[in-house]
């Protein structure tokens, strides 16, 4: 790591801790792409993001849990398709958080839904952990195995080739949402 100054490596551990606070995502292609190219031990970067991207999720549930306690939120949660999907999560709760984790633009309203809908924080926890656990290690085995097969090339195009695929299903779904609703009206 040449661009990091000697004795301040623990900002980069800093910053693949915070990333996924910022955008999941790209903060774990980023590290996968890095195991690949870095001096650093590839498990170190690994840990690193994937208990960044466990503690960035773990806070969302309360954002739900504090919205249901004011008037306005209980109204909006006596609603008919409220209380349809509420059932929905609750009997489903760890099928729909392991889902969601692998859905761009869904996993924060899930997240949020089952405090509101009052999933048991352990099993809400014990699901994105290991949700968790299995979109880290996704991202890290594709790209450590397609670095063995294609050999140096695909390290240097990789991260740039998955960037652009994310920024793309983004774009999309921006697109799709920003102009997609006004069709519809």
Same mark, same amino acid.
């Given at each position: 790591?040449?661009? /990091?100054?000697? %004795? +301040?490596? =623990?900002?980069?551990? $800093?910053?693949?801790? /915070?990333?996924? @606070?910022?955008?999941?995502?790209?903060?774990?292609?980023? #590290? #996968? +792409?890095?195991?690949?190219?870095? +001096?650093?031990? =590839?498990?170190?970067?690994?840990?690193? !993001?994937?208990?960044?991207? /466990?503690? +960035?999720?773990?806070?969302?549930?309360?954002?739900?849990?504090?919205?249901?306690?004011?008037? =306005?939120?209980?109204?909006?949660?006596?609603?008919?398709? !409220?209380?349809?999907?509420?059932? #929905?999560?609750?009997?489903?709760?760890?099928?729909?958080?392991?889902?969601?984790?692998? $859905?761009?633009?869904?996993?924060?309203?899930?997240?949020?839904?089952?405090?509101?809908?009052?999933?048991?924080?352990?099993?809400?926890?014990?699901?994105?952990?290991?949700?968790? @656990?299995?979109?880290?290690?996704?991202?890290?085995?594709?790209?450590? $195995? $397609?670095?063995?097969?294609?050999?140096?090339? /695909?390290?240097?195009?990789?991260?740039?080739?998955?960037? %652009?695929? !994310?920024?793309?299903?983004?774009?999309?779904?921006?697109?799709?949402?920003?102009?997609?609703?006004?069709?519809?009206?």
């Amino acid at each position: 790591m040449d661009f /990091i100054p000697e %004795g +301040s490596m =623990w900002l980069l551990y $800093l910053v693949l801790f /915070i990333g996924p @606070f910022v955008q999941e995502d790209t903060a774990v292609i980023g #590290a #996968a +792409s890095l195991s690949l190219s870095s +001096s650093q031990p =590839w498990l170190l970067i690994y840990v690193t !993001v994937l208990a960044g991207l /466990i503690t +960035s999720d773990s806070w969302k549930y309360w954002l739900g849990w504090a919205a249901k306690h004011h008037s =306005w939120a209980k109204k909006f949660g006596q609603r008919p398709r !409220v209380t349809k999907m509420k059932h #929905a999560v609750l009997n489903n709760a760890v099928k729909t958080l392991i889902t969601v984790r692998f $859905l761009p633009m869904a996993r924060i309203a899930a997240y949020m839904a089952t405090g509101f809908f009052g999933v048991s924080y352990l099993k809400y926890w014990l699901s994105i952990t290991f949700s968790g @656990f299995l979109f880290v290690s996704t991202f890290f085995l594709a790209f450590h $195995l $397609l670095g063995e097969l294609v050999g140096e090339q /695909i390290k240097r195009y990789l991260p740039f080739v998955a960037l %652009g695929l !994310v920024g793309t299903v983004l774009m999309v779904l921006f697109f799709h949402r920003r102009f997609g609703e006004r069709g519809q009206h």
